[in-house]
């Protein structure tokens, strides 16, 4: 066991790291400004891990609303109190994200990062290939996939907004939404992102077989539903990490976007 010592030197430590954002909610407000916390994860992380004191800074999610700065004006072992000093606006979500439905764990990871990453949308489907029982996991119910979005905007130091989650019993969805800029990982595919001309300024789609791939069945209802391929790697990837990879191309591809667009001239 740790001794009281060693937790003091270790807390020390990670005070002197920047913190992740804390998100609070606007139900939490109980004054102009002031934030109440007393939900038993976030005070543990707060206490535990950050090791907080009073007066400390920390960076803010606030849930659907913005980014912000605040500081602990109250840390007690049932409640912690916070006062808003500065907000932002923060960055918009971007990304829908179609996922067959997967592993519980993998769907969970994907929820939490994909989150961080800038997902507006989740839309899980039961693909040709995936087990039927994964529908009926307990990530998909609100209290436990709420958590995850959570966790994700916390990490992310950018986005604020909740993604919405949607689950399906087929592809068919697809073709009553209007979803902009249509992609899906094709590992049979011949083109990457780069090989297409779309623009960032629209939200982007992108849709992720089951962990045993698409069927052809499915492959082709894409196309002709307007899903245009586009390979990643030629290694075969885990679900999770080949959606994290595209979304962290399309990040790169963004940000060039919009980089160019500040440096041209007028």
């Given amino acids: 066991m740790q001794s009281s010592q060693t937790r003091k030197v270790i807390n020390q430590e990670k005070k002197a790291v920047p913190l992740n954002n804390l998100f609070i909610f606007n139900h939490e407000e109980i004054e102009n400004n002031r934030y109440q916390i007393t939900d038993e994860l976030r005070l543990q992380h707060i206490h ?69 990453l800038g997902v507006s949308e989740f839309h899980f489907f039961k693909a040709e290939l995936s087990e039927k029982s994964y529908s009926t996991a307990k990530i998909f119910s609100p209290s436990k996939y709420h958590q ?61 077989g089951p962990e045993r791939g698409w069927t052809e069945k499915e492959r082709q209802y894409l196309i002709d539903n307007g899903f245009q391929g586009i390979k990643i790697a030629d290694s075969i990837l885990r679900t999770e990490i080949a959606t994290f990879a595209a979304l962290g191309q399309l990040h790169l591809m963004r940000q060039t976007q919009h980089r160019r667009k500040l440096s041209s001239p007028l």
């Fill in 48 to 116: 535990e891990v950050l090791g907080s004191q009073q007066g400390d800074s920390v960076r803010l999610c606030l849930i659907n609303r913005g980014l912000g700065i605040g500081k602990f004006t109250l840390l007690e072992d049932q409640k912690i109190e916070i006062e808003l000093l500065e907000e932002s606006s923060g960055q918009a979500p971007w990304i829908n994200l179609v996922v067959g439905l997967s592993r519980p764990p993998t769907c969970k990871k994907i929820m939490e990062h994909g989150t961080s």
């Fill in 148 to 208: 995850l979005l959570h966790l994700g905007l916390s990490q992310s130091g950018c986005y604020y907004k909740e993604p919405t989650v949607a689950l399906s019993p087929g592809i068919k969805f697809v073709e009553k939404q209007n979803f902009p800029n249509k992609f899906f990982l094709d590992l049979e595919g011949e083109h990457s992102p780069l090989d297409y001309d779309f623009t960032m300024d629209q939200n982007i789609t992108l849709a992720v």
